[in-house]
């Protein structure tokens, strides 16, 4: 069962139902944190609460008409605009700042939640600006990112900065092993995300059971300097990685591979996230140098700055499968 925000941000939300209680709400708050950490969880219960007939110390009950309307994006004030395609274009906050200057269909209240707020144009940003220097009515408006760091400093400066953060590796570990998951698959998950939907959807996902052990297939062929690990990327590895997101998931995890060849040498071996094959790990890795450990890393990091200059995603596997076999047999 997914987490309801108040187990997942149990401080925030006695914050803010201290605030809706005393009518003390700020007009604009940036809501920063890694997925998963309930970001978007958290402005809609706030937002519950706002208009909830029946709460109790601020509070929503959660199952009035208000809150279920909330929770099914249907109450009209509460506005909320996400990226049109890659991004939030200047029409979009237009459309935003217009909504801000009318009165509350319902009552006197407003409230604005704009998804993945790093993705607005400079132009978008900037038309934003006027409303949060300027606000005018009884609006809050909550801006939501996982990237705080590509967010205007005249934005941030404007906003009440909130930052969500995620469960600790070892509590993640715990809650989808009592979902059912077994130990060293919870504990690659909580690993490789932060979000616990996400590692359940993932634990479902046979297409992302076979992945793993293809690209354990693929990994212990690196290791022994196989050749069959350059046919691998095609034949093994691409077939899964249909979309970014996948393709981003599949680097993740080749990350953690080579991570864990890292820590190992280091005798980190508590913090391993494929603890599944951490024997086989350990005995190949008394033949990989520290040098070659660390540079197979630095080769998977680097292939970041290759996909953001739309080299194809095959080629960037095939050549990090070359360098990986030469790194780890320097």
Not at 249 to 262: F, G
Request: with cysteine; charged share 25%.
């Amino acid at each position: 069962m997914e987490q309801s925000i108040t187990e997942l941000q149990p401080r925030l939300t006695e914050h803010f139902a201290k605030l809706v209680d005393t009518n003390k709400l700020a007009h604009a708050y940036l809501f920063s944190g890694p997925r998963g950490t309930g970001k978007n969880k958290l402005a809609h219960w706030v937002a519950q609460a706002v208009f909830c007939q029946n709460k109790t110390a601020g509070y929503p009950c959660l199952k009035c008409n208000d809150c279920r309307r909330i929770s099914q994006n249907n109450q009209p004030d509460v506005v909320e605009i996400k990226p049109d395609g890659a991004s939030i274009k200047v029409e979009q906050i237009r459309y935003l700042k217009s909504e801000f200057v009318k009165s509350g269909i319902e009552g006197n209240r407003k409230l604005f939640i704009i998804q993945n707020a790093e993705k607005m144009t400079t132009s978008a940003a900037n038309s934003l600006l006027k409303f949060l220097e300027e606000p005018s009515g009884d609006v809050t408006a909550f801006l939501l990112t996982d990237s705080l760091n590509q967010i205007l400093p005249t934005i941030v400066s404007r906003c009440q900065l909130v930052e969500l953060s995620s469960l600790t590796t070892k509590k993640m570990i715990n809650k989808l092993v009592g979902l059912g998951v077994t130990p060293e698959k919870a504990n690659l998950l909580a690993h490789l995300t932060n979000s616990q939907k996400e590692a359940s959807e993932l634990e479902q996902d046979e297409e992302f059971t076979q992945l793993l052990a293809h690209l354990w297939e693929w990994f212990n062929q690196v290791l022994r300097n196989d050749w069959r690990a350059f046919v691998g990327v095609q034949t093994k590895l691409m077939p899964y990685a249909t979309d970014n997101e996948r393709q981003e998931r599949l680097i993740q995890l080749i990350l953690l591979l080579t991570r864990d060849i890292l820590l190992l040498k280091y005798g980190k071996n508590e913090d391993v996230a494929f603890i599944m094959y951490s024997e086989e790990l350990s005995q190949r890795n008394l033949n990989i140098s520290e040098s070659g450990a660390i540079r197979a890393v630095e080769a998977v990091l680097s292939t970041k700055r290759q996909r953001a200059v739309n080299v194809s995603f095959q080629n960037v596997l095939e050549a990090l499968t070359l360098n990986l076999c030469s790194w780890y047999q320097e």
